[in-house]
T-cell receptor, first 108, second 113 residues
Framework: TQLLEQSPQFLSIQEGENLTVYCNSSSVFSSLQWYRQEPGEGPVLLVT?????EVKKLKRLTFQFGDARKDSSLHITAAQPGDTGLYLC????????FGKGTRLHILP | NAGVTQTPKFQVLKTGQSMTLQCAQD?????MSWYRQDPGMGLRLIHYSVGAGITDQGEVPNGYNVSRSTTEDFPLRLLSAAPSQTSVYFC????????????FGQGTRLTVV
């Protein structure tokens, strides 16, 4: 059974700081996705990483896929209050499974 | 452009009652799925469908039934609601099985008393 472990579970930091959250598995994934979910809404896809070692940038967000395709990280530079939300990683071929998420709170 | 539409948004049931959560998508997506989201548990897969007439179980299928008679619709049925089924339910769709971008509905918040 494929599992995705996310850490930390909660993170509260000041505006302007940098942060990294992680998504790890003992299984190899053909790709991993990162979603962001805001209160009262469904998750929205941010990015998909496919190739081992791949790095993708989305403005101040940098996503990396591990060389062995078992893990991924999300780095946010100069966090802003608008980055507050639940960040979920997901993956799977037959069916999409999700990690438990990192709840991020950026303090103004 | 509606995307994935779930109804109702909120529902309160008494233990033992039955109900159907509706999900419809207008993107002609083959793959549809139902998740439940509980605090600290993330999104857990209940049932999924790779196309009309085909359904399969996810991680937590007990107490739920699904059917897929059309490409557009994927209803989730609770046959005899239990307090443990209090949760937020999300329907999602992707273009096909193995596609990486899932589109989600806005969710149904269900409380079973």
């Amino acid at each position: 059974t494929q599992l995705l472990e996310q850490s930390p579970q909660f993170l509260s930091i000041q505006e302007g700081e940098n942060l990294t959250v992680y998504c790890n598995s003992s299984s190899v994934f053909s790709s991993l996705q990162w979603y962001r979910q805001e209160p009262g809404e469904g998750p929205v896809l941010l990015v998909t990483v496919v190739t081992g070692g791949e790095v993708k940038k989305l403005k101040r967000l940098t996503f990396q896929f591990g060389d062995a395709r078992k893990d991924s990280s999300l780095h946010i530079t100069a966090a802003q209050p608008g980055d507050t939300g639940l960040y979920l990683c997901a993956g799977g071929d037959d069916k999409i499974i999700f990690g438990k998420g990192t709840r991020l709170h950026i303090l103004p | 452009n509606a995307g994935v539409t779930q109804t109702p948004k909120f529902q309160v049931l008494k233990t033992g009652q039955s109900m159907t959560l509706q999900c419809a998508q207008d993107m002609n997506h083959e793959y549809m799925s139902w998740y439940r989201q509980d605090p600290g548990m993330g999104l857990r897969l209940i049932h999924y469908s790779v196309g009309a007439g085909i359904t399969d179980q996810g991680e937590v299928p007990n107490g739920y039934n699904v059917s897929r008679s059309t490409t557009e619709d994927f209803p989730l049925r609770l046959l005899s609601a239990a307090p443990s089924q209090t949760s937020v339910y999300f329907c999602a769709s992707t273009r096909s099985q193995g596609d990486t971008e899932a589109f989600f509905g806005q969710g149904t918040r269900l409380t079973v008393v």
